[in-house]
């Protein structure tokens, strides 16, 4: 009985320990944060929770949206055992340990048991191969969470078994909120003492979270522990937020769908001429941890893919820009990035020359191959003059203006057609100088 008394005690001393985020964690489905999409009245997900109808799942999106709560909240609502489980420590034998003990679960007491991995991406082919036949033959519900996107990360066989429902950052309306209801949980602490938040404070906290619950929550904790309690009451003020979140955090993987998303961003906001939205994307990449060459890489492709010849100077300028960075390094090499970034973004557009050598490539690969005219031959080895090579070629400089028709083995305006912006218009103009000087001296001459 002693023994008994102990271990409850034990357990009363952890919960009260444990982390705020852990202690008020949802006991219902409305108490979830955000997910409308998928967990609102009427939705897939929810009339399947509620009908204890849940098959296994895979749950995606970023840290702190909910995914962890919710598969806890599955197995409360479906009175099912939960076996957590971290794909960074557990290996297939505790898998399979755990999987056998959920089978004399299901045969003796009729319970199913829900099998929770987190970071379900970080487990190898082998571990999510041996995950197969239970999920498939129902000895488990699978419940696996993952900051991934899981077409990239889990394995077809699984994915082919399980429901993929994506979880979306929450908003600062939503974290908000949370952090009203963790003020008014009982399980908060501080039983006998009036906890009070400014709307500022917790507005603060909430913008500075960037859509993550635990770290709103751990911050609110943090609040709550460092400020001294008078007379009964303890406020949490603007300040005090502030000094809990000393500087924002951004959720970025720099291998994962974040890294992709922002340089995709970047880069079709150059190419949409926005140098306010360039610029906030590449502060974005370069604040959480990218390289400075990633970036500059990203401008000289954007200034000959985007910008091409309406502009020559863009692609000189990214190329400075990126050779500039290569020995001046950060945090200095902001700069350059920012004034090479904002040039290319404001610059006329052109792929013409992108579109060009596509074109050229697509011939080259699809139809005949077409030799070089012999006039255009090289004439430098050895036997090349006797054999007729280079006979007959005209070089333009000896001619009026530079140039002379004559021909180059395809004709002009095939692949490359320059538009009217920036100094193409020039390059326009110049060409279709050269087309009517051509179809002139193609012309018969009048007879007298």
């Given amino acids: 009985m002693s023994e008994?008394?102990?271990e409850h005690s034990a357990a009363d001393r952890l919960k009260r320990e444990a982390p705020l985020a852990r202690r008020v964690a949802p006991r219902s489905l409305d108490d979830l944060a955000g997910q409308e999409h998928i967990l609102g009245p009427g939705k897939p997900l929810r009339r399947a929770i509620e009908a204890d109808r849940v098959t296994s799942l895979i749950l995606y999106g970023p840290p702190g949206c909910g995914k962890t709560a919710l598969a806890r909240l599955i197995a409360m609502r479906t009175e099912s055992v939960f076996e957590p489980l971290n794909a960074v420590t557990a290996g297939v034998k505790e898998l399979r340990e755990l999987i056998a003990a959920a089978h004399q679960r299901r045969i003796h007491a009729q319970q199913k048991t829900i099998v929770f991995v987190d970071e379900i991406h970080r487990f190898n082919r082998a571990q999510q191969d041996a995950l197969l036949p239970d999920v498939e033959n129902g000895k488990i519900v699978l419940i696996g969470a993952t900051t991934e996107n899981p077409f990239f990360s889990v394995v077809s066989p699984l994915l082919s078994r399980s429901q993929i429902f994506e979880f979306r950052k929450?908003?600062?309306?939503?974290?908000v909120r949370l952090l009203e209801r963790a003020l008014a949980h009982p399980e908060r602490g501080f039983p006998e003492v009036t906890v009070e938040a400014a709307p500022e404070a917790l507005a603060h906290i909430a913008r500075y979270a960037e859509g993550d619950a635990r770290r709103a929550l751990n911050a609110l904790e943090v609040a709550l522990l460092?400020?001294?309690v008078e007379d009964g009451r303890l406020v949490i003020s603007e300040a005090v937020a502030g000094e809990c979140i000393a500087r924002k955090m951004l959720h970025y993987d720099g291998t994962g769908d974040e890294h992709y998303d922002a340089a995709s961003a970047f880069i079709k906001s150059l190419r949409g001429s926005n140098p306010?939205?360039?610029?906030?994307?590449?502060?974005r990449m370069l604040e959480a941890g990218e390289t400075p060459r990633f970036v500059a890489r990203r401008i000289c492709i954007a200034a000959a893919e985007d910008v091409g010849n309406a502009d020559p100077m863009a692609l000189v300028t990214a190329t400075a820009a990126w050779q500039a960075c290569e020995f001046i390094g950060m945090p200095e090499a902001r700069i350059i990035l920012a004034?090479?970034?904002t040039y290319v973004a404001c610059a006329p557009k052109s792929n013409a020359a992108y579109l060009g050598i596509?074109?050229?490539l697509a011939r080259v690969r699809e139809e005949r191959t077409t030799d070089a005219p012999?006039?255009?031959r090289d004439t430098h080895y050895r036997g090349a003059k006797r054999l007729g090579r280079g006979a007959g070629y005209q070089y333009p400089h000896d001619f009026p203006g530079g140039y002379t028709p004559q021909d180059y083995g395809v004709n002009r305006g095939v692949f490359y057609h320059p538009t009217d912006r920036g100094h193409e218009a020039l390059i326009r103009a110049y060409l279709e100088s050269l087309d009517e000087r051509d179809r002139a001296e193609q012309e018969p001459e009048p007879h007298e």
Avoid at 276 to 283: G, I, P, S, V
């Fill in 339 to 341: 004034q090479a970034a």
């Fill in 170 to 175: 929450l908003e600062d309306a939503d974290l």
């Fill in 374 to 376: 012999n006039h255009l």
């Fill in 4 to 6: 008994d008394l102990f």
């Fill in 276 to 283: 306010d939205a360039a610029l906030y994307w590449m502060a």
């Fill in 226 to 228: 460092t400020t001294p």
């Fill in 358 to 360: 596509d074109a050229a």
